[in-house]
């Protein structure tokens, strides 16, 4: 996917990742980035166009799809954080908040999306994902399950946009120095880079990307024994 020239919509564009992939994208010649955001007023990076989108709220995604109709880059970035444990008194409602932002999200973000790829050529679909998708940590209980869907769910809609030759690309990255990780004390790669590694792999073509040496280790460790995926 060829970025000089494109036009790019980035989720939870405000701050965090999000706002990193649309100074990226500007930098590498986009033509227009709209900037995805639950209160477009908190979007104050110059040459985007804010767009009113919580990726939960249906009115918000279709009338974004309106709006940014001339897209041919999405880019699935908005993303929360959750409770450590699936099951403490509040993992019911936990795991179904954190699933309508991280696996429904991206949903209905690239269902309304997906006939405005196919219209504009086919594009590019970019699912931000996590090492946790392969992973659960004692502290990362809900969180991994939405990552692990989404993951899924990026590989489905792969093989369901191939026809109409969308590039669906999923990102695979251990911390990420953001709000999000804040009060984690451990090494983490800057949404810079994460950034870069993304638009490399989409210039290139490719389906994933290992962003860090985290996701690189975490994947390597399906093939351990035991399997990392297994802990203990
Ligand atoms: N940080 C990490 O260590 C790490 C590692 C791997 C993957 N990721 C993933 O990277 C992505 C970006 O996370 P981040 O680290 O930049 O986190 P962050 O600093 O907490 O930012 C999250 C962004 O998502 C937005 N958002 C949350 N819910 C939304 C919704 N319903 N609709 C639209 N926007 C929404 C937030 O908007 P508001 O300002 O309105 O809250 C904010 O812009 C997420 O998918 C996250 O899971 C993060």
């Known amino acids: 996917m060829k970025i000089q020239g494109s036009t790019v919509l980035v989720t939870g564009a405000n701050r965090g990742l999000g706002l990193a992939f649309a100074k990226a994208f500007l930098a590498a010649g986009a033509k227009k980035v709209y900037a995805g955001a639950r209160d477009p007023s908190t979007v104050t990076l110059p040459g985007v166009v804010p767009v009113k989108l919580d990726v939960t709220n249906a009115k918000d995604v279709a009338a974004a799809a309106v709006l940014a109709s001339d897209v041919d880059i999405v880019v699935n970035n908005a993303g929360i954080n959750g409770l450590p444990s699936v099951l403490d008194a509040q993992a019911d409602g936990n795991l179904r908040h954190i699933m309508e932002t991280n696996l429904y999200g991206i949903f209905n973000v690239s269902q309304a999306f997906a006939p405005v790829l196919k219209r ?42 191939r026809e109409q030759h969308t590039q669906v690309l999923g990102i695979h990255a251990g911390y990420i120095d953001t709000d999000m990780v804040a009060s984690v004390d451990a090494p983490k790669t800057s949404p810079h880079d994460i950034a870069a590694r993304t638009l490399e792999a989409l210039e290139r073509g490719d389906s994933e990307v290992l962003a860090d040496e985290t996701s690189r280790q975490v994947k390597a460790g399906f093939n351990a024994t035991p399997a990392a995926y297994l802990g203990g």
């Open 120 to 161: 504009n050529g086919g594009g590019a679909l970019v699912n931000m994902l996590s090492a946790l998708s392969w992973l659960s940590l004692p502290t990362t209980g809900a969180y991994s399950v939405s990552k692990a869907a989404a993951w899924a769910l990026t590989n489905s809609l792969r093989n369901e946009l």
